[in-house]
């Protein structure tokens, strides 16, 4: 449908009508933006007699508020609770706290499967089998997200900016490194520019400081990966560590810095909830078992809930009014600070109080475990731990936030590095 909204003897929109995929998005764009198409995600699923298509942001691209929501149920816009359980349900583990997702998504089903005329304006519905739609859309937005890799953001940019000037095309944004494809420099340009030696006074004496006549370990090992016929990794190879924070790495279009502690801690925590899922949680002996003073409220949580603690990996026993001891925790977590994790998890359970509510938020509690199993700043790691990281992060769902939703990692095209250092302008 083609339409025009006058506001105000003003045109605000001019749409024409949509009949293809690539007109379809545009459309989108025009109306939500341009950046919200570019980090974006295109869903379409079905399943039992339900189909779901349209668009949902990358949790990187959240909104502090509800303000790019739209949702159609066999083309009527609708707002409704059960469905903002499901997406909400869907980004839980990957959307920063506060933080809302943007999307335009379409429902289609059966007329009579749902049941329209529930609300005078027609902005709620019922659906007849309500947990059926509520279990669909949180599967299909939860497998969406957890399918979307490194490389996917990468090449998606790349394609913006290549886009015609009359398509969709990337636009500045306050919440987003913009991620352009550029010809890349060349590792032997890198290295001559900065492979430079220590100088003295020898400028003072009018001798010019020299190259160093040997390369840096790291950069001749990276050479020799980029000389190997093997493929770039997405986020390609680490060249640097910086104060112990963040992992520098380089690919073939850019610079890659990585939050070491984030990335880990999302690894660590999807390892632990596939391992529990498949009941497979193996447990460390540890060899000297760990005493820990708690309260007595901690100690009665500790000695109610302790087959559920089991589930988690986590074997203790209550020996005094105001002690516990520790006898195992999960493999994973092995050299964690064993203390202050049984302390962390006991808060929680506390928080969550019966064992029905603990079940419900069993992620939650593993979430917060995997942070403990974490490499920590200022740990210094070698190149090969740092390449091996990377590697794992691009072998796992969701591993672009940590498990509180905060990005574990961004880019930054050589393009948009020359125009910071104003080159070829």
Same mark, same amino acid.
């Given at each position: 449908?083609?339409?025009?909204?006058?506001?105000?003897?003003?045109?605000?929109?001019?749409?024409?009508?949509?009949?293809?995929?690539?007109?379809?998005?545009?459309?989108?764009?025009?109306?939500?933006?341009?950046?919200?198409?570019?980090?974006?995600?295109?869903?379409?699923?079905?399943?039992?007699?339900?189909?779901?298509?349209?668009?949902?942001?990358?949790?990187?691209?959240?909104?502090?508020?509800?303000?790019?929501?739209?949702?159609?149920?066999?083309?009527?816009?609708?707002?409704?609770?059960?469905?903002?359980?499901?997406?909400?349900?869907?980004?839980?583990?990957?959307?920063?706290?506060?933080?809302?997702?943007?999307?335009?998504?379409?429902?289609?089903?059966?007329?009579?499967?749902?049941?329209?005329?529930?609300?005078?304006?027609?902005?709620?519905?019922?659906?007849?089998?309500?947990?059926?739609?509520?279990?669909?859309?949180?599967?299909?937005?939860?497998?969406?997200?957890?399918?979307?890799?490194?490389?996917?953001?990468?090449?998606?940019?790349?394609?913006?900016?290549?886009?015609?000037?009359?398509?969709?095309?990337?636009?500045?944004?306050?919440?987003?490194?913009?991620?352009?494809?550029?010809?890349?420099?060349?590792?032997?340009?890198?290295?001559?520019?900065?492979?430079?030696?220590?100088? !003295?006074?020898?400028? =003072?004496? #009018?001798?010019?400081?020299?190259?160093? @006549?040997?390369?840096?370990?790291? +950069?001749?090992?990276? %050479?020799?990966?980029?000389?190997?016929?093997?493929?770039?990794?997405?986020?390609?190879?680490?060249?640097?560590?910086?104060?112990?924070?963040?992992?520098?790495?380089?690919?073939?279009?850019?610079?890659?810095?990585?939050?070491?502690?984030?990335?880990?801690?999302?690894?660590?925590?999807?390892?632990?909830?596939?391992?529990?899922?498949?009941?497979?949680?193996?447990?460390?002996?540890?060899?000297?078992?760990?005493?820990?003073?708690?309260?007595?409220?901690?100690?009665?949580?500790?000695?109610?809930?302790?087959?559920?603690?089991?589930?988690?990996?986590?074997?203790?026993?209550?020996?005094?009014?105001?002690?516990?001891?520790?006898?195992?925790?999960?493999?994973?977590?092995?050299?964690?600070?064993?203390?202050?994790?049984?302390?962390?998890?006991? !808060?929680?359970?506390? =928080?969550? #109080?019966?064992?029905?509510?603990?079940? @419900?938020?069993?992620?939650?509690? +593993?979430?917060?475990? %995997?942070?403990?199993?974490?490499?920590?700043?200022?740990?210094?790691?070698?190149?090969?731990?740092?390449?091996?990281?990377?590697?794992?992060?691009?072998?796992?769902?969701?591993?672009?936030?940590?498990?509180?939703?905060?990005?574990?990692?961004?880019?930054?095209?050589?393009?948009?590095?020359?125009?910071?250092?104003?080159?070829?302008?």
């Amino acid at each position: 449908v083609q339409f025009t909204l006058n506001h105000n003897q003003r045109s605000v929109h001019q749409l024409q009508a949509a009949r293809s995929d690539f007109e379809k998005q545009r459309r989108v764009g025009l109306v939500c933006g341009p950046a919200f198409v570019e980090n974006s995600v295109f869903v379409d699923m079905e399943r039992a007699g339900l189909r779901l298509w349209g668009w949902v942001s990358l949790p990187t691209f959240s909104r502090s508020q509800a303000d790019l929501q739209y949702f159609y149920v066999n083309g009527r816009i609708i707002r409704d609770k059960l469905v903002a359980h499901a997406i909400k349900q869907a980004y839980r583990d990957v959307l920063f706290h506060g933080r809302h997702p943007a999307y335009v998504l379409y429902l289609e089903l059966a007329p009579a499967a749902v049941d329209v005329n529930v609300h005078p304006t027609k902005h709620e519905v019922r659906f007849r089998d309500s947990r059926l739609v509520h279990d669909f859309l949180f599967s299909a937005l939860h497998k969406a997200l957890a399918e979307v890799r490194p490389e996917d953001h990468i090449a998606a940019s790349a394609d913006a900016a290549e886009a015609p000037a009359n398509q969709p095309h990337s636009g500045a944004s306050d919440d987003f490194y913009q991620m352009e494809s550029q010809k890349p420099l060349t590792l032997s340009e890198s290295s001559s520019v900065h492979q430079l030696s220590d100088y !003295s006074r020898s400028a =003072e004496r #009018g001798q010019y400081y020299q190259p160093s @006549a040997q390369p840096r370990p790291q +950069l001749d090992s990276l %050479a020799k990966l980029y000389e190997a016929d093997e493929e770039i990794p997405p986020l390609g190879y680490a060249i640097a560590q910086l104060h112990g924070i963040y992992i520098l790495a380089q690919n073939k279009d850019g610079l890659i810095v990585v939050d070491m502690h984030a990335a880990h801690e999302r690894i660590t925590y999807e390892r632990m909830k596939a391992a529990s899922l498949n009941e497979k949680l193996k447990m460390q002996p540890l060899l000297v078992p760990v005493s820990i003073a708690v309260s007595q409220t901690e100690a009665d949580c500790a000695e109610e809930q302790r087959e559920t603690l089991l589930g988690l990996g986590i074997e203790l026993e209550r020996v005094a009014q105001e002690s516990i001891v520790v006898r195992q925790v999960p493999t994973l977590l092995k050299d964690s600070n064993v203390e202050q994790l049984v302390r962390d998890v006991l !808060s929680d359970v506390l =928080e969550y #109080g019966s064992s029905e509510r603990i079940q @419900a938020h069993h992620d939650e509690l +593993l979430s917060t475990m %995997a942070c403990h199993g974490s490499v920590r700043a200022n740990r210094h790691l070698t190149i090969p731990e740092m390449n091996s990281l990377l590697r794992d992060m691009e072998a796992t769902e969701r591993s672009g936030q940590c498990n509180h939703g905060r990005p574990t990692w961004v880019y930054q095209s050589l393009d948009a590095l020359d125009k910071l250092f104003l080159r070829g302008q």
